[in-house]
């Protein structure tokens, strides 16, 4: 049974760190690209970023450039999100998913699995 679960979201202040992680279990960890997405309440899920197996190729969505950070574990099956500089606009929930993908790294439809989402919340 494949299972994504996600932990580490928080209530933090503008300008603090979070870390994510997103625990996987029920497949090939090593040989999935692994993503995160958010959601914001009232809006659409949106891409956050993603690495392909082995760490080849990490992807990120323009808003997060130089402030997140995606990593993998391949041993603990364990993904990755450092948020740093966060804003009160990126208060959402937080999803991992997985998928046998190397391009379209972007489209949530590209991916087969996903988590129930953590939620992350940044006050001013």
């Known amino acids: 049974q494949v299972q994504l679960v996600e932990s580490g979201g928080d209530l933090v202040q503008a300008g603090g760190s979070l870390r994510l992680s997103c625990a996987a279990s029920?497949?090939?960890?090593?040989?999935?690209?692994m993503g995160w997405f958010r959601q914001a309440p009232g809006k659409e899920r949106e891409f956050v970023a993603a690495?392909?197996?082995?760490?080849?190729?990490?992807e990120y969505a323009d808003s997060f450039l130089g402030r997140f950070t995606i990593s993998r574990d391949d041993a603990k099956s364990t993904v990755f999100l450092q948020m740093n500089s966060l804003k009160v606009e990126d208060t959402a929930v937080y999803y991992c998913?997985?998928?046998?993908?190397?391009?379209?790294?972007?489209?949530?439809?590209?991916?087969?699995?996903w988590g129930q989402g953590t939620q992350v919340t940044v006050s001013s």
């Open positions: 029920g497949f090939t960890f090593g040989s999935y690209t």
């Open positions: 690495i392909t197996w082995s760490a080849a190729k990490t």
């Open positions: 998913a997985a998928g046998r993908l190397v391009l379209g790294l972007n489209r949530r439809t590209n991916y087969d699995y």
